[in-house]
């Protein structure tokens, strides 16, 4: 029988009213992880999530934790009515979900550590103000030659995410990331969009914040997964708590490489994918890389309910 995926994504913009179809299915939810992360942070997220006003997710303090709670929402809400993943991913700070799905983090403590990750970005953005921008068009390693060319030019910029063939996100200094944009249009590039991020998100400008972080990692409770979870720092499936635990505090500078966390999720047996929080972010991704796949996304009420029909008993013998 085909495997599900459970994946989760994480820098994708949070808009007002993404929870709504979770919400409108199971209303517990709202007290069960929003007023209780509300408590925990200091921030009406409830009111937000559902009302906005949507500058406030510009702020990853607050978009963070909403894609995240909205999450843990869509995996609470998948589990009772019978769906449950055979592997688990996430992209970039969807790994914190990945990861409390996969028994490695109680999901408190990974809360806390989602909103100290945009914290420890948002300082670093004081310091050297940064950018990301996505290419399309263009192969990752065009995308990286240019990248060193703008780097070596005194404009620092590199690969921060790779999201399918043709589909890459770059991030680093303001000035590095508009040269690269520049330079990858010469280079024959479909698209280049800066997108709305506060920070300069897996990117070399945030290793100032390693030591902090690593810190806060080591203060925090990590246990061995009770089902496979794909890093998608390594795009290798994580083994043990000592791992998860590095694979969160590299992908902080590190790219996320998605392309190849998909191939590996097939390689183990998914053959569907359920897109489990505030999507559809990662189902196009998904779709250039695994062009056969079934996805299921838990961000609308049609899809969610499609997600659901993914139960054992929905599935003919």
């Not at 820098?11 to 992880?33: C, D, I, Q």
């Not at 790779?162 to 589909?167: K, Q, Y």
């Amino acid at each position: 029988m085909t495997c599900t995926a459970f994946v989760f994504s994480g820098l994708g913009p949070y808009r007002v009213g993404l929870a709504e179809s979770l919400l409108a299915h199971r209303p517990g939810l709202a007290t069960t992880y929003y007023r209780a992360a509300e408590d925990l942070l200091g921030i009406p997220l409830t009111r937000l999530c559902r009302e906005g006003p949507a500058h406030h997710f510009a702020d990853p303090a607050v978009a963070h934790p909403a894609a995240f709670v909205t999450g843990l929402a869509a995996l609470e809400l998948l589990r009772a009515e019978g769906v449950r993943p055979d592997l688990v991913a996430g992209h970039g700070l969807g790994e914190y979900t990945a990861l409390v799905a996969a028994g490695v983090l109680d999901w408190t403590d990974a809360l806390l550590l989602v909103r100290l990750h945009a914290e420890l970005v948002a300082t670093a953005d004081d310091r050297v103000p940064g950018a990301m921008a996505v290419v399309e068009g263009l192969d990752a390693a065009t995308v990286a030659r240019l990248c060193a060319e703008s780097t070596a030019a005194g404009r620092r910029v590199g690969i921060a995410c790779e999201n399918g063939p043709g589909h890459t996100v770059v991030s680093g200094e303001v000035a590095g990331v508009h040269r690269l944009a520049r330079t990858a249009e010469a280079a024959g590039a479909r698209r280049t969009e800066r997108l709305p991020v506060g920070g300069p998100f897996h990117s070399g400008l945030l290793g100032g914040c390693t030591a902090e972080f690593a810190e806060a990692l080591l203060e925090t409770e990590f246990h061995d997964p009770d089902l496979p979870v794909v890093s998608s720092v390594t795009a290798r499936p994580v083994t043990d708590a000592a791992g998860a635990l590095v694979a969160l505090r590299d992908q902080l500078t590190a790219p996320v490489r998605w392309t190849d966390t998909v191939r590996r999720l097939v390689a183990l047996g998914a053959g569907r994918f359920v897109e489990a929080g505030p999507g559809p972010v990662l189902e196009g991704s998904i779709r250039r890389v695994a062009p056969g796949a079934d996805i299921r996304v838990t961000g609308t009420a049609p899809g969610l309910r499609l997600a659901l029909a993914a139960a054992p008993a929905a599935i003919p013998a």
